[in-house]
């Protein structure tokens, strides 16, 4: 048979589906609600990052279309030309008054934070020191910039200290971390990550997007939570916050220093109105509201107690995040469609997410999820777990 010059591409879906890997769109065709329409079907939502379940909210969908009654549906520009409405201005004001820093810059999305902010600060002369379970778009910032990066083992302080010791030839030092870790559902030892920043002489740099809104007081998230303060937060508002965009918040300096360097925010469309002011809301209800956030732990804590009570291995504590370990890749999806089938709709997370042999289905709960979604999760994975011989 004769070869083209794109015979490559097929033996590249070719291997990425024998090793369980290939990827597809599924097409919600509802509103993010515990229970939903997908590709059709109904089914009980346990995988939306919609944590406080505020994306559907009635007050938040009325205020998004108010900023857009008055500045239109698009930003037009970006935010140092034509994009700058008062409304960009007062959610950084509100994000950084809730984050107890002195200001703040918003991104088009958090993983536009994450790599603006991280190849803006760190330079030829300077190292990074990132964990190894670090979120995709924290890699990226590091390769982006031109800083040598070193990784150290998944919240092993030791190995973080060994390596701070090992950089002190470098002008300056940024240890990077996730403060809840999205895959595994932990949160970082900031308070002992501080004090060795602070032995070592280094920054501290935290990715709060799977915290904002969750832990802490008032769920301001990470540093909050251990009472400890970092030199620069970044985050997003489409989980807790139920809306979508990025942010990172800090001294006033650094701020002003990222506003005039960081490419992927002078570049970047600026967010639309409407969404900037359901943010606004969005923040104002999380923050004199108790009532989702309480709601939301007690669902979740109820669900890590009966999947171990059933015999599953579950990761994480005190976060919203429930990965159930089941193994091997093409394990993981048949698990999730046999899931799938009974009403439950709960991805595969498989490899370059996590390493070869630990898939798992990442169990996330929303605070409008009721007792009787809880329960139909819990019978669900009992009966696919006894018939895949995971329990």
């Not at 810059?105 to 994450?114: D, H, Q, V």
């Not at 920043?197 to 969750?214: C, M, P, R, S, W």
Request: with cysteine; proline share 2%; net charge neutral.
């Amino acid at each position: 048979m004769h070869s083209t010059k794109n015979d490559w591409i097929q033996e590249e879906l070719h291997s990425i589906k024998e090793q369980g890997l290939y990827r597809g769109l599924r097409t919600v065709e509802t509103s993010y609600l515990p229970v939903l329409q997908i590709d059709g079907e109904v089914k009980v939502m346990a995988a939306s990052n919609n944590y406080l379940g505020l994306s559907a909210h009635e007050s938040l969908v009325g205020v998004a279309i108010e900023g857009m009654q008055t500045f239109g549906v698009g930003s037009t520009g970006s935010r140092l030309t034509t994009g700058n409405t008062k409304l960009h201005e007062l959610l950084e004001k509100r994000i950084a008054a809730f984050k107890q820093c002195e200001d703040a810059l918003l991104f088009s999305s958090g993983y536009l934070a994450n790599i603006g902010v991280l190849s803006s600060i760190a330079g030829e002369s300077d190292v990074i020191l990132s964990d190894a379970l670090n979120h995709a778009s924290m890699i990226d910032g590091c390769r982006l910039s031109k800083a040598k990066t070193k990784v150290y083992s998944h919240v092993e302080m030791s190995d973080l200290e060994k390596k701070l010791k090992e950089s002190q030839e470098y002008r300056r030092r940024f240890i990077v971390t996730d403060g809840v870790f999205s895959m595994d559902g932990n949160i970082a030892p900031l308070r002992d990550i501080v004090f060795l920043a602070e032995k070592y002489d280094a920054y501290v740099i935290v990715d709060d997007a799977h915290a904002t809104g969750v832990i802490g007081e008032y769920g301001r998230g990470t540093s909050s939570y251990v009472d400890v303060s970092v030199d620069l937060t970044i985050g997003t508002f489409s989980k807790a916050v139920g809306t979508e965009g990025g942010f990172v918040v800090g001294s006033h300096d650094m701020i002003t220093l990222l506003r005039n360097r960081a490419r992927s925010f002078i570049f970047q469309t600026a967010i639309s109105p409407g969404v900037v002011a359901a943010s606004i809301r969005a923040l104002e209800m999380i923050e004199h509201d108790t009532t989702l956030r309480l709601r939301l732990h007690r669902s979740v804590n109820r669900c890590r107690e009966g999947l171990r009570n059933i015999g599953y291995s579950v990761l994480g504590e005190g976060t919203p995040i429930l990965p159930v370990l089941i193994g091997g890749a093409t394990k993981a999806v048949q698990f999730s469609r046999a899931l799938e089938t009974e009403g439950v709709f709960a991805p595969a997370i498989r490899p370059p997410t996590v390493p070869e042999g630990k898939s798992r289905i990442r169990l996330t709960l929303m605070a409008t999820h009721e007792e009787k979604h809880v329960d139909h999760i819990l019978h669900t994975f009992h009966k696919v777990g006894k018939e895949f011989g995971v329990i």
